[in-house]
Structures are given as structure tokens and as C-alpha cells.
């Protein structure tokens, strides 16, 4: 074997290991290039999810402006209707403007609340006026009751009323009755007590 056979074969065999690299190399970039097309795939279908989320996000404000601007009529022959107290702002208020408050809120609690609401008024605790999440809660609650129930009965707010008594109220007991079933505010009700849900 000469010189010059010696130094082919090298080349040869150093072109064969190169080629073998690029080989390797290439299968490497078809597996990278396959892992990024299923990545840009499963993007695509992620970023049409978002943009059917947003249309329907956009659909459902639409809906709810529509029910808002329902459920405050026009002014007409019935006159303008129920409109919302001022918010009470329980963290600034104390002394007789405080209480002047919560009696309002106890007006609405003992004359439609407990009356109306069975096993949902049950689970508000005599002390619910030592709880500033029941404050809190009773008037937005007793507000929207008003607005619903002390304005003319359209189809919308008949819908509204519906989503009150299903969805809304109930949403608002669970929390008083779990704010107020431990605490140690006030000694339990006598057992004469004329309120069904005095424990």
C-alpha cells in the first residue's frame, strides 16, 4: 500500500464519519422540527380557544348591558321606579349612623329575608350584625332585592329575579351561615325562640 493509498483512506474514512455525524445531526433537526410543528399546532388551536373565550366574553357583556339597561326603566307613568340606596361605607361609619344602617338592613332581614328564604335564612345566625361580611353582603343583597322586586316586571327582570333566587341569593347565605355558624358573638337562641332557624 503506498503513501497515497494511505492518506485516501483516511479521507475516506474521515468523509464517513463526517457523513455518519451529519446523518445523526439531521435525524436530530427532523426530531427537533417535528417537536416544534406539534408545539406550533397545539399553539394555533390554544390561541383559537382564547379568541373564542374573548367573543364569548364580549357576547356575554353585550348581554349583561342589555339586562342592566332593562332592569332601570324609563321614566314614565309608573314613575322612575326603585332606585338603590347610597352604598353604606361600614369601615368609616360608627355610633348612631351605624346603627341607623343596620337597622335598615335588619328591616330587610326580618321582614323578607326569614319569612321568604326557609333553609337559606336559617343559616344566619342571630349575631349576624357583629360580622361586617354579613353587613357587607345584606346590603348588596336587600338593595338588589329592591331593585328587582319594587320595579315593573319585564321579561329580562323576571329572567334577573330567576338568577337571584337560583344562583345569587343562595351564593350569599352560604356565606353568612359559614361566617356566623362558629363564632361566639352572642349565646345561642332560647329553644322558644318563634324564629324557625334559632338552633
Known amino acids: 500500500m503506498t503513501a497515497d493509498d494511505s492518506g485516501l483512506t483516511a479521507a475516506l474514512l474521515t468523509l464517513t464519519q463526517h457523513a455518519e455525524r451529519l446523518g445523526q445531526l439531521e435525524g436530530t433537526v427532523a426530531a427537533n422540527l417535528e417537536q416544534c410543528e406539534i408545539a406550533t399546532e397545539g399553539l394555533t388551536g390554544a390561541v383559537g380557544d382564547l379568541r373564542a373565550i374573548v367573543e364569548q366574553q364580549g357576547q356575554l357583556i353585550d348581554a349583561l348591558s342589555q339586562l342592566v339597561a332593562s332592569i332601570a326603566p324609563a321614566d314614565g307613568d309608573d314613575g322612575p321606579g326603585y332606585k338603590p340606596r347610597p352604598p353604606v361605607h361600614w369601615w368609616k361609619i360608627s355610633g348612631d ?52 322586586y319594587f320595579n315593573k316586571r319585564t321579561a329580562s327582570l323576571l329572567a334577573a329575579q330567576a338568577e337571584f333566587q337560583i344562583r345569587t341569593l343562595p351564593v350569599f347565605a352560604e356565606q353568612w351561615r359559614t361566617e356566623t355558624s362558629k363564632c361566639t358573638h352572642r349565646p345561642a337562641a332560647a329553644a322558644g325562640s318563634s324564629w324557625r332557624g334559632a338552633q
Do not use: M
Open 97 to 148: 349612623e351605624r346603627q341607623r344602617a343596620v337597622d335598615h338592613l335588619a328591616g330587610w332581614v326580618d321582614q323578607v329575608f326569614r319569612p321568604h328564604y326557609g333553609h337559606l335564612a336559617a343559616g344566619l345566625a342571630a349575631c349576624w350584625q357583629d360580622h361586617p361580611l354579613c353587613l357587607v353582603g345584606l346590603d348588596v343583597a336587600s338593595e338588589l332585592h329592591s331593585i328587582l
